[in-house]
């Protein structure tokens, strides 16, 4: 367990604090990890650890991530936790049962709320930009969430700042609720959609952000330098290979491993620490499906990302 305590950062401009490293659920409880006993331990773990920030979607493994994860939350106090969920993708073959129709919308929270066990979740994100729905249906549907008190923030996923800015300027003369945090993926080999379209609109906004997918799926770990072990996760979702498993990608990878041996640390935790140091970033969302993962990530807030560090980083995975 890493000896510096945890550290809490503002989504933006508000006032609610999550933890600089958070716990998703996505392909890990309800997916490959089925065991409820495991969930219930890698939750607890996070919890003594300091972590306040847990990520859950409807969609995670057809909604089994918020049950599992609802079992476990419920039973640690609610006031000390940021409970989140997502919507957008289809749950069954109906055609109202996806996107961001006030419909889809007004249903699916019931549903998340019920599946987690709780009467409210602290941010509800559309987990992506929907093109057949009207962005005043979306946002006046969330404003009334949070007047209902279902939610207490909504907040977007995977949306560009422009999308993130049309959503701001529609709040402000309608006088509904803005959005709040954006969850985009984030890691030293996806950085430029981040640095240069999302950051930049988020610091603007006030808005802040939960990021995804620090390690890029494992790829930072070193897991996939010498191919693909059975098990894992591209392994497992072969549609992520493709714009990861990139011959420079991995040579970098490799180089990056130097790097972090001169710094003192693993891949693993210069990999996470770097993503949590941009200044826009207020939680990085871990994925474990062990205790001993979750304890080995949260190393991660040993290690000082110092300019030099940074510049040479920066330049290894250069945009």
């Keep these: ?8 950062r503002s989504l933006g401009k508000c006032g609610t604090k999550v933890s600089q490293f958070g716990l998703g659920g996505w392909v890990t409880y309800g997916g490959s990890v089925t065991d409820q006993e495991i969930t219930r331990n890698i939750l ?4 003594d650890a300091g972590i306040n920030f847990f990520d859950i979607a409807d969609v995670y493994a057809n909604g089994e991530s918020e049950r599992q994860m609802g079992k476990v939350l419920n039973e640690l106090p609610r ?31 019931e549903k998340s709320l019920q599946r987690i066990g709780t009467d409210y979740l602290d941010i509800y994100f559309c987990h992506r930009f929907d093109n057949d729905t009207p962005l005043e249906e ?24 422009k999308q993130i800015a049309d959503a701001w300027k529609l709040c402000d003369r309608r006088g509904y609720y803005a959005p709040q945090v954006e969850q985009p993926q984030y890691n030293l080999v996806f950085r430029d959609k981040f640095e240069n379209d999302v950051a930049p609109q988020a ?11 620090p390690l890029a799926s494992g790829l930072l770990t070193g897991k996939y330098d010498n191919g693909i072990p ?24 490799k180089k990056f491993a130097e790097i972090s041996r001169r710094a003192g640390t693993t891949r693993t935790q210069l990999a996470l620490a770097w993503t949590a140091s941009h200044p826009a970033v207020s939680s990085v969302i871990l994925g474990a499906s062990k205790v001993e993962q979750l304890n080995e990530n949260l190393l991660a807030l040993d290690c000082t990302i110092s300019p030099d560090l940074k ?4 330049k290894l995975f250069a945009i």
């Design 1 to 8: 367990m890493s000896s510096h305590q945890m550290t809490y």
């Design 44 to 47: 607890l773990a996070a919890f």
């Design 79 to 109: 006031h000390r936790l940021v409970i989140t969920s997502k919507l957008f993708w289809p749950m069954s073959d109906d055609v109202n049962d996806r996107g961001l129709s006030r419909k889809h919308i007004m249903e699916s929270v």
């Design 138 to 161: 979306t946002v006046r549907a969330m404003d009334d969430l949070i007047h209902q008190g279902k939610i207490l923030y909504w907040g977007t996923s995977e949306w560009s700042g």
């Design 203 to 213: 610091q603007e906004l006030g808005v802040g952000t939960v990021v995804w997918s």
């Design 230 to 253: 059975p098990g894992s996760r591209l392994d497992h979702f072969v549609g992520l290979r493709g714009s990861l498993l990139q011959e420079d990608i991995v040579e970098r990878v």
């Design 311 to 314: 510049a040479e980083l920066e």
